[in-house]
C-alpha cells in the first residue's frame, strides 16, 4: 500500500483533457471548394467527415478520405494580445488548395481570423515576421518595425500576405523543397533533380539554399563559412545536395542540418553576410578556373552519390553503403577528408560556370533557371585548358552577380559514431530549458528511438553559443513545454514522462486515458527482451523498473528515491487491456499544453499543471531558484513540481502549506512533529503526499483529535469572536504538555538536499518577506511567509531577526516557541553566504533613517525578484537625498546587489535594465524620479499597492510635476502624474494621421433631404465655438452656395412684350449666372481640407446650377431656351473649379488610393472638366502622388485639355521642390523650349503649356536650378512663331514663365550660384521696361529667326506682354531681401512723360514688387501706403468727391488719376502679403479705410475720369489684401463689405470681379476657420498666383492668367487653429491661453492673452504657448525648443487636450467664473469648513470613486449620535483633497486616522499602520522637505498642516497611558531581556516602533547601569540614534527612578 501511494506521489497529473480536432479541417468542408463539391456528390458530408477515423465510413469511400487525410497538415503557435495576458492558440492548417487561420483559447471560442485559396496544391504554409526598415545591419533587427506576414508555399510561386492587408507573389526559380521562416525573412531549399548529377566534366554545382529577406527582395543564395582542419576558414555558396535542414530557430537564430551522407547533423549561427565574406564569394568569380584537384574528387563524389541514392542490391543495404563509403573515403583526394562534415569542396566559382554555360545574361527568373534543355553541350575538357577558362571572356556585361545576404556560420557537429545508421535524420528538433534556465537543444532520431540532448548557453561575451555534449534519453516522440520549462517524452513503452533538461520529474497521469499495460504491448515496438513468458505483474514491473534505470543516463545525481521513483506500475492498469489503446506521438506543444496523437487515430489535448499557481509560492521559489547552485535549485524544483503536481494535487490556499511542508523536509526538519505545521489544515483533499496516518479512519474518538482543534487557527478565531466575549466564555486552556514532549527530541536531519543552504535560503526568504511588506495586497502572504521565518530563525538562533519580526506581528510571534536543535557537529556543514547580515535588513527602516538624515549600510535586493524594493530605495536616494546620479548608474552605494558565488555570469544579471534617458527637459528632482519611475514602468495602479508612508514621498514628487508638466514628456510620465489631459495628447501624437477627435462624422439629418451644396461636412461644433455670437457661418454657405437656382427679380414694364420680358429676364439670368460660375472658388476656400472620404463611396461633387426662377410664381428661368446668345463652353472653367473646390474638401490626412481616385472618374463626357478639376485639387492636399503612373499617362493621352492642365499642376504641387525627375519628364513633353531642337513638333495646346510651364516652377521652387531658370528667363521673351503658334494669349504663358522663374530662383537674391554670366536680374529690367530683343546664342531653334507673318513686333521688346512676369520675377527672386538697388528699378515714374509710357496696371505690380523686397520697411499705416506714391502724383491727383475738374494742358488727369489708383493698391497689396495671417489690428484698419475710399470713389461723379474697370480692379485687390490679413478669422465687418458686394451684379461687374470678391470671402473663412495663411517665401510665391491682380473679363478668358493658378493659394494654406478639447467629456470648449512673442525689431518680448479655440499667431513668431489657470490645469508648450510638436497637434485638426481642474467649471457654463465651488467657500470662509455639503461634491470632480465616498461616508442619517464626529472628519478630510486637488491622498487621511483610533482601542495587532504614520511624520519635516517649502512659497500643501500635530498627539497620549498604566514594567522588562506578559505584546510592540527604541542586544554596549542625569544618557544614546522624545520616556525606566515623565 506504501508502494501505491509512493508512485501516486511521483506521478503527474495532467488537466484539462479536450479531445483536439484541427478547426480548419471543419471549417474546409463547409467552404466553398471544388474538391469537396465532388466529395460531396458521392455522400452525405455528415458521414464523410465523421471524427472518428476509419469507423463510419463507406468502403467505397475509403480511398478518398484517406487520400484527403494525407493531404491535410496544420501547425499551432501561441497567440499573443496586446491586451491582458490572454493566452490562446493559433492555428494555421493547410489542405488542398486552402489555408486557414484560426485563433481561440479555452475563453474564447475558436474562429477563423483569415482563409486563403490559392491555385495550386500549397505545398507548405507557415508565419514569417519581415523587416522593413531600409537599415539591414545587424542591429536594426532588434528594433526594426516588422512585417508579421503568412507565406503560403504552391509548386511555382510563393504568396504572402501582410497582417496589414499587403499581398506579395514572389516566382520560384526553382523547385523548392522546404521553406524556414528566420529572423530575417525566408530562407528556401532547392529541391535537387536527378538531371544535375554529372557524370562527365566538372561543372559549377549550384547554390541548394537561398534566402529573401523581404517579399519584395531578390532570391538569393546562401554563404557557408566553415574552419577547415588546417585551420583557415573558407567561404562559399552552399552548393552540398546532401546537407538538408532539419531545424531552423529564429531566437537563438541557429539553423540544423543533416548530412545524409555522412549521417552527422551540424549546428550553424544564421546571421548577415559581412562584407568581406561577400567579396571573398564575388572575387571567386573573378579567377575563372578551379583549384585542380577539385574536379576529379568532385565528379568521384558525385558518382558515389549517385550510386547511393539508391539502387543498391535489396539484400543488405548496409553493407553494401559501407563499402562504398569506405572506398570513397580511400580513393579521394585529400581534399575531401579536409572538408567540414556537410560542405562540398567545390568552391563556388562564378555563376557564369553555370550549366548554362554563361552566355545568357543571368537577370530575374533566368538565374537559376535549372530546367535541362538549356544546358548547352560544352567540351569536356578535365585538364584547364585556356580556352575552358576563356569563358569568362565572352560573359554578356550586364551579368552582375547577386550579392549574397545571409550566411551560415559552423557551430557543432555531432561526434562521429562506430554504427552508421543510415536513416538516423532528427525527425524532430526543438530548443527546450531547464528549471533553471540552462539550454538544450534536443532533437529526435526515429530510427534510434533516441532523444539526443545537447546543452548550449552563451558566451560570456554574448558573441557565440558554446555546445556541451551529447545526452541521450530512449524515446519515441518528444515535445518541449516551454511554459514550466520541461519537455514531454513519450517513451518506447507508451509512458509519458516530464523531464526538465535531462532530470526526471516523473511520469505524467492522464485522467480518462489508461496508462500503457505491459500485456498489450506487443502492439508497440519495444526493447526486445523476452518479456512474454511472463505472466504476474510484480516482477515484471521490476524488470521494467531495471530497464528504466539502464536508460537514465543522467548527468545530474540521481535523486534520492530514485528507486521508488519507476517502482511499480498503476495496479489497476490491467482493466484497460481491451482497449488497446495507447499513444502514439506527441504534437503541437504550445505553451504548457501539448496534443496526443492516440492509436485509433483521434486526438487529445492535454494541460500540463504549472510550477505554482499562487504568488506568494511563485515568489519563494524564484529567490530560493536564485540562491542555490543549479543542481540543486533543479532537484528542489522538481521535487517540489511532483509533490504540487500529484494527482488530486493542492488547492489555491492549501499550496503553501504544501510549499512550506515540501521545503522544510527538505531542509530536514520532521513536519509531521512540529505543532504548527502538524495542523495545516489541506481542506480535505488529504494528499497522498501528507504521512498516511492522518488519514487512517478511526472509530473511536482520542485525546489527539480535542488537542487537534484547541490548536486549530479555528478555535482561535472563536476565541477572540465577539460573540464569545459576550457570552463571557473564558478561554479554554490549552495542555501544552503535548507540545513539551514533543519540543525534547526534535533535531534537523542533516543529510537532506537542502540542510546545508538553511541561513542563505532564510536570508533570501527575509527579503522576499521586505518586499511583500511593499505590497499592500499581500497581506495575508505576509502572514504565511512569517511563521516560516520566525521558525527558521528560532532554530537558526536568530535573535535580532525574532525581535524584528516580533516588532511588525507582536501577535503571531510568541516569545516563546519550539525549536529544532541542530546538531552543534552539523552547524559546521551549514554554508554562511557573505551576504548574510546579523542585523535583519529592513526597508522601513531604511526609509525612515534616510528621512532622518542618517548614514545608512546599502540595502541588499535580488534582482527581479525584490524589484519594489530596489525602486523604493531608489526613488528616496533620488529624491530625498537629492543624489541625482542614484538612478543613472548600477546604483552600488544604495543597493547591494545579492549574487551567487562567482559562477554566475553577469548577462544573468540583467546589467542596464533600466537605463534613464537624459530626458533633455527634465529639471527638478521632482521631474527627474518621475521620468525615471515611467521608464522603469512604474504606474499608479503599483502606487496604490504601495503603503501609503512609503509613497508620500513619491506622490509629493507627483504632486510637484502635476502643476507644470512639460508638453513633451511621454505617455507614460503623463498617467503617472495624473495629467489625462497630456497622456492623451501623447497618445494621439503616436496615432498615424487619421480621423481625428473633431471629424464630424454624419451631416445632420436637415441637409441630406435638400440638395447638397458641397457645405454639409463642415465642423459645426468647433465653428460655433469659434463664432458663437451670431449666424455669419450660415450666412457664408448662403453666399458661397452654387447648387440652387439663383432668384431673377425683374419688373414687367408695361410698354414690354411678353417675349421681350422673357429675354429680359434671360439677359438678367446671365448676368447672375457670372457670379453663380465665380462661386465655387470661394466655397473650395471655406471647405478647405473638411472632409474624409468613404472610400467605398465616390466624392459628392454639388451640381452647378445656372437655372434661375421669377417670382411671383417661381417659373424657371433658363439660359438654353435659344432666345438669347450665350457663349460657347461658357461653364467649362466654372466646372473645373467646381471639381477643385469639391476636391480640396478632401483632408490631406484621408485614406486615398489609386483606385479609388481612378473610380471617380465620371461616366458622362459634361462631367470631364469638374474630374480635371478634382485631380488638381487632388495633387494640391498630396494625394496624387498615390496615383499610378500608368494612370497619369492614361489620362494625358486622352488629349483632353483641361484633364492635362489638372493633372499638371496637381502632380507638379504635390512634388513641390522635390526636383523629381519623372515628373520633370511629364512636364517638359509639353513645353517646347524643353524639348531638343531637333524633336518632332508636338501640337501642345496653348493652356497646356502654361499649366506645364508653372509646373516646372513647382517642382523646382527654391532650387535655383541653372538650366530651368535659364529657358524660363528666355520663355518671358518668347517670340510669336512664324505661323499661328504662339500668337494668341501670349501674355499668360510669359506671365507664367516669370512667375516659375521666381519660384525657381525663390528668395535667393544676388546669390544665384552659378548664374552669374546669365545676367537674370538686367535681362528682367530689360523685359520690364523695354528696349532691343537680345538673342542668346543656341537657346531657340532655327525657325524663331523668321519674324511672325501675323504679329509685327520687329526686335524691340513687347513690354505688354513681358512686364507682369518680368516684374513678379524679379520680386520673387529678391523676396525680403531689402535690396535697394533693385527696388529702385521697380519706383514709379515721377515725371509726367514717363508715367505714360507704363501700364497704369503694370504700376500695381511694380509697387507691389518693389514693397515685397524691401519686407521690413512695410508699416501697416495709411502714411507709409500714400508714401509710395510720387510726388507728381500726390499734388495733381484729383481728389474724386470734387465736382468739376481742374484743368491743365500738361496734365495728364487720365492717366494721374489711374496710376494714383493702382498704386495705392499695390501697396495695400503688399500690406497683405506682410500681415497674411496675423489679424494685425493697424494693418486691418489702414485697409478697411482704403476698401470704405474706393466705395465712394466708385459712387463720385467724376469716377469716370479713372474709369469704373480700375476702380472696381483696385477695390477688388484692396478686399483681396483686407482677407489675407484676416484670413480664417470670419472677421464681420470685412464679411460685410464681401456681402454688399456680392448684391452689386450690374454694369461693370464681370465675372472676374465676382471671382476676387468670393475668393476674399473664402480667405476670410479659410477652412471654416481652421486655416489661416503663413507668410514663408513658398507661402507668398503661391499666394502671387492665386491672387495675381488681373481679373478675367468673363469666365472663359486666360489672355492674361490661366484660371487655374488661381487654386494655388492652398500652398500657403497652413492650419493654426487650436481647440482645447476636455479630456473627460472629449468635447471642444473654451480655455484661456497665453502667448508670448518673441522679440523682434519692432517690438519687445511681449505676452497676449486669447480665448482658444482660436488662430495662433505663425509659430516662427512665438516663443512659448501656455493653457492658463485658474479653471484648467496648467500646461506649457516651449517653442524655443522646436516647434515639431505643436507642428504636428496643429496638423491633426489642432486637438489640444485640457482638463478642468477640481471644484471648477467651463466657461460655457459659467462665463464670468462666479459659480464655481471655490468662489462661494472662498466668499464664506469661515471657521466653518464642516459648511461644506457632499451633494456639491459633483460639481468639483467626476471621479466616482470621491462621488461614493460622499455619498455613503459623508451623508448625515437619522439618529447619528457619536457617529456625527466621524462624518464631519471625513467631509472635511474630503473637502481638503478636492480643492487642494489631492484626491489620491484620501485613502492615506483615512488609514491614519483608523490606525489612530485602533491605536486607542489598542487593538494594533500588527504596527505596520503606525510604521506609515511615522514615516509620513518624518517626511514632513525632514530636511528636504522644509526646504522645497522656502523654495516653492506658494504651493499648494500637500497634507492638511492641522491634520499632522493631532495625528502625533494622539498617538502620543495613547502610549503615555499605556506607558503609565503598567507598560513601563513591560518596556522595562523587554530591555532588562526578562520574559513580560503576554496581554501587553502589542502595545509594546507600538511603543517600541513609535519611538524607535534600539533592541536589547545594544544597550549593553552603552552600558546604561549607573547613568545618573538624563545629560548622561542623552550622550549614551547619541550613537544609537534615539529622538530625544522617546528619550524623556524611558529615562524614568533607565535611570531608575520608578515614577514616569511625561510630557
Given at each position: 500500500m506504501s508502494n501505491f501511494s509512493e508512485e501516486r506521489a511521483t506521478m503527474i497529473a495532467a ?92 475563453s474564447q471560442a475558436l474562429a477563423v481570423y483569415k482563409a486563403f485559396t490559392v491555385d495550386s496544391p500549397v505545398q507548405q504554409a507557415l508565419w514569417c515576421d519581415f523587416i522593413i526598415s531600409q537599415d539591414k545591419s545587424e542591429k ?78 531578390e532570391i538569393t543564395p546562401l554563404v557557408c563559412k566553415s574552419g577547415s582542419l588546417f585551420g583557415s576558414s573558407r567561404v562559399q555558396y552552399v552548393v552540398d545536395h546532401a546537407m538538408k535542414i532539419v531545424f531552423l530557430s529564429t531566437d537563438p537564430s541557429i539553423v540544423m542540418t543533416y548530412d545524409t551522407v555522412q549521417c552527422l547533423h551540424s549546428v550553424w549561427v544564421l546571421r548577415r553576410v559581412k562584407a568581406e565574406e561577400e567579396n571573398a564569394v564575388l572575387k571567386f568569380s573573378e579567377q575563372g578556373g578551379t583549384p585542380q584537384n577539385v574536379a576529379p574528387s568532385s565528379s568521384l563524389t558525385a558518382n558515389l552519390r549517385s550510386l547511393s541514392k539508391g ?67 560544352r567540351r569536356h575538357s578535365i585538364s584547364h585548358s585556356p580556352d575552358s577558362n576563356s569563358n569568362s571572356s565572352f560573359l554578356a556585361p550586364e551579368t552582375e552577380p547577386i550579392v549574397p545576404e545571409l550566411c551560415i556560420d559552423h557551430l557543432w557537429t555531432e561526434a562521429i559514431t562506430n554504427i552508421r545508421e543510415k536513416n538516423s535524420q532528427a525527425s524532430k528538433v526543438f530548443i527546450t530549458s531547464d528549471l533553471c534556465g540552462q539550454k538544450f537543444l534536443c532533437f529526435l532520431v526515429e530510427s534510434q528511438l533516441q532523444l539526443r540532448c545537447v546543452k548550449f548557453q552563451e558566451s560570456n561575451d554574448k558573441t557565440q553559443l558554446i555546445f556541451g555534449s551529447i545526452t541521450n534519453i530512449q524515446a519515441k516522440d518528444a515535445a518541449p513545454v516551454e511554459k514550466i520549462d520541461t519537455m514531454l517524452v513519450l517513451e518506447s513503452s507508451g509512458n509519458l514522462v516530464l523531464y526538465t533538461g535531462v532530470v526526471r520529474v516523473g511520469k505524467v497521469f492522464i485522467p480518462g486515458l489508461p496508462a500503457p499495460s505491459l500485456t498489450m504491448s506487443n502492439a508497440m515496438p519495444r526493447p526486445s527482451t523476452p518479456l512474454d513468458s511472463v505472466s504476474t505483474p510484480t516482477p515484471l514491473s521490476k524488470l521494467l523498473g531495471s530497464l528504466d534505470e539502464v536508460v537514465l543516463l543522467s548527468p545530474v545525481p540521481e535523486l534520492r528515491d530514485s528507486s521508488k521513483l519507476h517502482d511499480s506500475l498503476y495496479n489497476e492498469d490491467c482493466t484497460f487491456q481491451q482497449l488497446g489503446t495507447y499513444i502514439h506521438s506527441i504534437r503541437d506543444p504550445v505553451r504548457n499544453r501539448v496534443t496526443l496523437e492516440l492509436s485509433n487515430g483521434s486526438m487529445v489535448r492535454i494541460t500540463l499543471p504549472e510550477i505554482a499557481t499562487s504568488e506568494l509560492v511563485q515568489t519563494c521559489l524564484q529567490a530560493i531558484k536564485f540562491i542555490l547552485p543549479k543542481e540543486i535549485a533543479v532537484q528542489m524544483l522538481v521535487k517540489w513540481y511532483s509533490v504540487h503536481s500529484a494527482p488530486g494535487g493542492p488547492s489555491y490556499h492549501s499550496e503553501w502549506n504544501l510549499f512550506v511542508i515540501c521545503l522544510m523536509n527538505m531542509m530536514g526538519y520532521n513536519t509531521d512533529r512540529l505543532a504548527w505545521t502538524r495542523n495545516f489544515d489541506f481542506e480535505g483533499s488529504l494528499s497522498p503526499v501528507i504521512a498516511p496516518k ?53 533535531s534537523l536531519d542533516s543529510s537532506t538536499l537542502l540542510f546545508s543552504h538553511i541561513p542563505a535560503m532564510f536570508f533570501v526568504l527575509h527579503l522576499v518577506y521586505e518586499e511583500l511588506k511593499l505590497n499592500t495586497l499581500m497581506g495575508e502572504g505576509i502572514h504565511s511567509l512569517v511563521d516560516l521565518l520566525v521558525q527558521l530563525a528560532r532554530d537558526l538562533k536568530l535573535e535580532p531577526y525574532l525581535d524584528h519580526y516580533y516588532r511588525d506581528y507582536p501577535t503571531l510571534v510568541r516569545t516563546t516557541g519550539q525549536v529544532c536543535t541542530i546538531d552543534q557537529g552539523q552547524t559546521g556543514f551549514m554554508h554562511h553566504p557573505p551576504f548574510f547580515t546579523s542585523e535583519p535588513p529592513s526597508i522601513y527602516q531604511w526609509v525612515s533613517s534616510c528621512l532622518k538624515g542618517e548614514e545608512m549600510p ?226 473650395g476656400m471655406f471647405t478647405l481640407f473638411s472632409y474624409h ?169 527654391g532650387t535655383a536650378h541653372r538650366h530651368t531658370a535659364e529657358v524660363l528667363l528666355a520663355e518671358i521673351g518668347r517670340p510669336p512663331g512664324p505661323e499661328m503658334e504662339y500668337c494668341t494669349d501670349r501674355e499668360s504663358y510669359s506671365l507664367a514663365a516669370g512667375l516659375a522663374l521666381g519660384m525657381v530662383c525663390l528668395g535667393h537674391g544676388s546669390n544665384l550660384i552659378g548664374m552669374s554670366d546669365l545676367n537674370v536680374p538686367e535681362q528682367l529690367y530689360q523685359y520690364m521696361v523695354g528696349g532691343h530683343r537680345r538673342f542668346q546664342a543656341g537657346m531657340h531653334r532655327e525657325k524663331h529667326k523668321s519674324p511672325s507673318y501675323q504679329i509685327k513686333e520687329g526686335d524691340t521688346i513687347n513690354v505688354d506682354v513681358t512686364c507682369p512676369g518680368a516684374t513678379l520675377a524679379l520680386a520673387m527672386i529678391y523676396l525680403k531681401t531689402n535690396n535697394r538697388s533693385i527696388a529702385d528699378w521697380l519706383r514709379a515714374p515721377d515725371t509726367m512723360y514717363l508715367l ?127 482677407a489675407m490679413v484676416m484670413a480664417g478669422s470670419g472677421n464681420l465687418k470685412v464679411l460685410q463689405l464681401c456681402r454688399f458686394l456680392h448684391m452689386k451684379t450690374g454694369g461693370e461687374m464681370n465675372y472676374g470681379f465676382h471671382l476676387a470678391h468670393h475668393m476674399a470671402l473664402g480667405i476670410l473663412f479659410l477652412g471654416g476657420g481652421r486655416y489661416s495663411l503663413s507668410t514663408s517665401n513658398s507661402s507668398i510665391a503661391a499666394l502671387l498666383c492665386a491672387l495675381y491682380p488681373h481679373f478675367p473679363a468673363h469666365s472663359t478668358d486666360n489672355r492674361y492668367h490661366l484660371q487655374a493658378l488661381r487654386h494655388l493659394y492652398v500652398l500657403a494654406a497652413e492650419p493654426r487653429l487650436l481647440v482645447p478639447v476636455d479630456v473627460d467629456t472629449n468635447t471642444p470648449c473654451y480655455a484661456l491661453l497665453e502667448v508670448t512673442y518673441k522679440g523682434t525689431q519692432w517690438y519687445e518680448q511681449t505676452k497676449e492673452e486669447l480665448m482658444a479655440p482660436t488662430l495662433l499667431p505663425e509659430l516662427h513668431l512665438l516663443k512659448q504657448i501656455k493653457v492658463k489657470g485658474p479653471r484648467y490645469w496648467e500646461l506649457l508648450i516651449d517653442l524655443s525648443k522646436g516647434t515639431q510638436h505643436l507642428k504636428s497637434i496643429l496638423s491633426k485638426d489642432g486637438v489640444l487636450y485640457v482638463k478642468l481642474r477640481a471644484g471648477q467649471l467651463s466657461y460655457k457654463d459659467d462665463p464670468m467664473g462666479w459659480q464655481s465651488l471655490l468662489a462661494q467657500t472662498v466668499a464664506n470662509r469661515n471657521s466653518e469648513a464642516r459648511a461644506f455639503k457632499p451633494e456639491t461634491i459633483s460639481a468639483f470632480t467626476s471621479d466616482p470613486a470621491l462621488l461614493s465616498f460622499a455619498e455613503y461616508f459623508c451623508k448625515p442619517t437619522v439618529n447619528m449620535g457619536q457617529k456625527q464626529e466621524l462624518l464631519d472628519l471625513f467631509s472635511s478630510v474630503l473637502y481638503e483633497c478636492v480643492t487642494q486637488e489631492t484626491p489620491e491622498m484620501l485613502p492615506a487621511y483615512i488609514a491614519m486616522d483608523q490606525a489612530v483610533r485602533r491605536l486607542g482601542r489598542r487593538e494594533m495587532s500588527e504596527t505596520s499602520e503606525l510604521w506609515q504614520i511615522k514615516l509620513v511624520l518624518e517626511f514632513f519635516s525632514s530636511r528636504s522637505h522644509q526646504e522645497r517649502l522656502q523654495t516653492h512659497p506658494k ?38 531581556g526578562q520574559p513580560w506578559e503576554e496581554s501587553q505584546l502589542s502595545m509594546l510592540a507600538c511603543f517600541l516602533v513609535y519611538h524607535s527604541v534600539p533592541a536589547p542586544r545594544h544597550l549593553p554596549s552603552v552600558g546604561l547601569e549607573g547613568s545618573t542625569s538624563f545629560a548622561e544618557l542623552l550622550f549614551k544614546f547619541k550613537q544609537l540614534k534615539m529622538p530625544v522624545r522617546a528619550l524623556l520616556r524611558l529615562a524614568p525606566l533607565l535611570l531608575g527612578n520608578p515614577q514616569p515623565m511625561v510630557m
Open positions: 488537466g484539462d483533457l479536450q479531445e483536439f480536432v484541427p478547426f480548419g479541417r471543419d471549417h474546409c468542408k463547409h467552404h466553398p471548394n471544388a474538391l469537396n463539391l465532388q466529395l460531396r456528390q458521392l455522400q452525405p458530408a455528415s458521414e464523410l467527415w465523421s471524427s472518428d477515423g476509419a469507423a463510419g465510413l463507406v468502403g467505397s469511400l475509403q480511398e478518398v478520405t484517406i487520400h484527403e487525410k494525407q493531404k491535410e497538415s496544420w501547425q499551432l503557435r501561441r497567440g499573443g494580445s496586446e491586451i491582458g495576458e490572454v493566452d490562446y492558440d493559433e492555428e494555421l492548417y493547410v489542405a488542398g488548395n486552402m489555408v486557414i487561420w484560426s485563433k481561440g483559447s479555452k536594426a533587427y532588434s528594433s526594426a518595425e516588422v512585417e508579421k506576414c503568412i507565406c503560403i508555399l504552391q509548386s511555382s510561386c510563393i504568396n504572402m500576405h501582410s497582417i496589414e492587408g499587403k499581398d506579395y507573389i514572389a516566382s520560384l526559380p526553382f523547385q523548392v523543397a522546404n521553406v524556414w521562416p528566420t529572423k530575417y525573412g525566408l530562407l528556401f531549399e532547392r529541391s535537387s533533380s536527378s538531371h544535375e548529377v554529372p557524370l562527365g566534366p566538372p561543372r559549377e554545382p549550384l547554390p541548394t539554399m537561398f534566402s529573401m529577406l523581404h517579399p519584395l527582395d539502387d543498391s542490391p535489396v539484400t543488405s543495404p548496409f553493407q553494401n553503403y559501407s563499402s562504398i563509403h569506405s572506398q570513397s573515403r580511400s580513393t579521394s583526394s585529400p581534399s575531401l577528408h579536409s572538408r567540414s562534415p556537410s560542405i562540398s569542396n567545390m568552391a563556388a566559382l562564378s555563376r557564369a560556370h553555370s550549366p548554362a554555360s554563361g552566355v545568357q545574361s543571368f537577370t530575374g527568373v533566368q538565374r537559376f533557371n535549372l530546367s535541362s534543355h538549356n544546358q548547352s553541350p492522518k488519514a487512517r479512519p478511526s472509530e473511536t474518538g482520542s485525546d489527539e483529535d480535542w488537542e487537534y482543534l484547541l490548536n486549530s487557527d479555528y478555535h482561535q478565531k472563536v476565541e477572540s469572536h465577539l460573540l464569545n466575549r459576550s457570552l463571557c466564555l473564558s478561554p479554554l486552556e490549552v495542555s501544552q504538555i503535548k507540545d513539551e514532549d514533543l519540543s525534547q527530541n526534535l546599502p540595502y541588499p535586493y535580488l534582482p527581479g525578484i525584490c524589484e519594489r524594493s530596489r525602486l523604493v530605495v531608489l526613488s528616496i536616494a533620488l529624491y530625498i537625498l537629492g543624489d541625482e546620479s542614484s538612478v543613472c548608474e548600477e546604483s552600488s552605494h544604495y543597493l547591494s546587489r545579492i549574487t551567487l558565488a562567482p559562477q554566475k555570469s553577469q548577462a544573468e544579471q540583467e546589467e542596464n535594465r533600466f537605463s534613464f534617458r537624459h530626458s533633455p527637459s527634465v529639471s527638478s528632482l521632482a521631474e527627474r524620479l518621475v521620468v525615471w519611475m515611467a521608464n522603469v514602468g512604474f504606474t499608479l495602479r503599483d502606487l496604490e499597492t504601495l503603503p501609503f508612508g512609503i509613497a508620500l514621498p513619491i506622490r509629493d514628487a507627483i504632486y510637484h510635476c502635476r502643476e507644470q508638466p512639460a508638453a513633451d514628456w511621454p505617455e507614460a510620465v503623463c498617467l503617472l502624474i495624473g495629467r489625462q489631459d497630456l497622456s492623451k495628447q501623447a497618445c494621439e501624437g503616436n496615432l498615424p494621421k487619421g480621423k481625428s477627435v473633431l471629424s464630424s462624422d454624419v451631416p445632420s439629418g436637415t441637409e441630406t433631404e435638400e440638395e447638397d451644396d458641397g457645405m454639409n461636412d463642415m465642423n459645426q461644433e468647433v465653428m460655433s465655438l469659434i463664432w458663437s455670437e451670431d449666424l455669419r457661418v450660415q450666412d457664408v454657405r448662403r453666399l458661397l452656395q452654387s447648387a440652387h437656382p439663383v432668384r431673377v427679380n425683374v419688373v414687367q414694364y408695361p410698354e414690354l412684350s411678353d417675349h421681350e420680358f422673357i429675354e429680359e429676364k434671360e439677359n438678367r439670368l446671365l448676368q447672375l449666372c457670372q457670379r453663380t460660375m465665380a462661386l465655387p472658388v470661394g466655397r472620404p468613404v472610400p467605398t463611396e465616390p466624392l459628392p461633387i454639388p451640381k452647378l446650377n445656372l437655372t434661375g426662377r421669377a417670382p411671383p410664381r417661381n417659373t424657371t428661368v433658363d439660359l438654353n431656351s435659344g432666345n438669347i446668345d450665350v457663349p460657347p463652353n461658357m461653364t467649362s472653367w466654372a466646372s473645373f473649379h467646381n471639381g477643385v473646390a469639391a476636391g480640396l474638401k478632401i483632408a490631406p490626412a484621408s485614406q486615398i488610393d489609386s483606385a479609388w481616385i481612378v473610380y471617380n472618374k465620371p461616366k458622362h463626357a459634361e462631367l470631364a472638366n469638374e474630374y480635371a478639376g478634382f485631380l488638381m485639387a487632388l495633387g494640391l492636399n498630396g494625394h496624387l502622388t498615390k496615383l499610378a503612373t500608368l494612370n497619369i499617362h492614361d489620362y494625358l493621352t486622352k488629349g483632353h485639355e483641361m484633364t492635362s492642365i489638372g493633372l499638371l499642376l496637381g502632380v507638379s504641387a504635390a512634388k513641390l521642390g522635390t526636383m523629381d525627375m519623372s515628373i520633370t519628364r511629364l512636364l517638359s513633353i509639353h513645353i517646347p523650349a524643353l524639348l531638343p531642337p531637333t524633336s518632332t513638333e508636338l501640337d501642345v495646346p496653348h493652356n497646356v503649356q502654361v499649366a506645364a510651364v508653372v509646373g516646372i516652377g513647382l517642382v523646382y521652387q505714360d509710357f507704363v501700364k497704369p496696371e503694370f504700376l500695381l505690380l511694380r509697387t507691389l514688387a518693389r514693397c515685397l523686397i524691401l519686407w521690413d520697411d512695410i508699416l501697416p499705416n495709411s502714411k507709409w501706403v500714400d508714401s509710395n506714391v510720387p510726388q507728381i502724383i500726390r499734388e495733381n491727383s484729383i481728389s474724386l468727391s470734387e465736382i468739376e475738374l481742374p484743368c491743365s494742358e500738361d496734365l495728364n488727369l487720365e492717366t494721374l488719376s489711374q496710376a494714383h489708383v493702382y498704386i495705392i493698391a499695390g501697396a495695400c497689396l503688399s500690406l497683405g502679403f506682410r500681415f497674411a495671417g496675423s489679424e494685425n489690428l493697424s494693418a486691418f484698419n489702414c485697409l478697411h479705410k482704403f476698401a470704405k475710399d474706393f466705395m465712394t470713389y466708385l459712387s463720385a461723379p467724376n469716377a469716370s475720369v479713372t474709369g469704373p474697370y480700375n476702380l472696381e480692379t483696385c477695390l477688388s485687390v484692396v478686399l483681396l489684401s483686407l504651493r499648494g500643501l500637500f497634507m492638511n498642516s492641522e491634520f499632522l500635530p493631532v495625528v502625533k498627539c494622539s498617538i502620543d497620549n495613547t502610549l503615555d497611558q499605556w506607558l503609565q498604566a503598567g507598560g513601563d514594567v513591560c518596556v522595562h522588562a523587554y530591555l532588562s
